[in-house]
């Protein structure tokens, strides 16, 4: 979690630092281009941070599902087993 932070902080530095280069003598177009930079930058962490949790929660469901997998067959064949055994009791037509 620190690395994409930090990534993001550096990426921010560098898009300041564009900024300063492309209006080097209007500071309210500067300051706008910075909160602008800023605002896409925000956006950007916004879609990591999404991206990790979204990440996280499908390796919780890989893990889920790895770890339940034998007892999800296990009972299939029990309910195999059931319907075949309910199958036989039940009259012909």
Excluded: I, Y
């Excluded at 930090?6 to 530095?13: E, K, P, R, V, W």
């Excluded at 280069?21 to 916004?46: G, I, R, S, Y």
């Excluded at 339940?68 to 009259?91: D, G, I, M, S, Y």
């Amino acid at each position: 979690m620190k690395a994409p932070l930090l990534f993001l902080l550096a990426c921010t530095a560098v898009l300041a630092v564009g900024a300063r280069a492309d209006a080097p003598e209007q500071p309210k177009a500067l300051v706008q281009k910075v909160q602008e930079l800023a605002q896409k930058a925000t956006a950007m962490a916004k879609e990591a941070f999404s991206r990790m949790r979204e990440s996280e929660a499908a390796q919780q469901a890989r893990q889920w599902l790895s770890d339940n997998a034998e007892l999800a067959k296990q009972r299939l064949v029990w309910l195999k087993e059931q319907l075949v055994e309910l199958w036989k009791k039940t009259p012909a037509a």
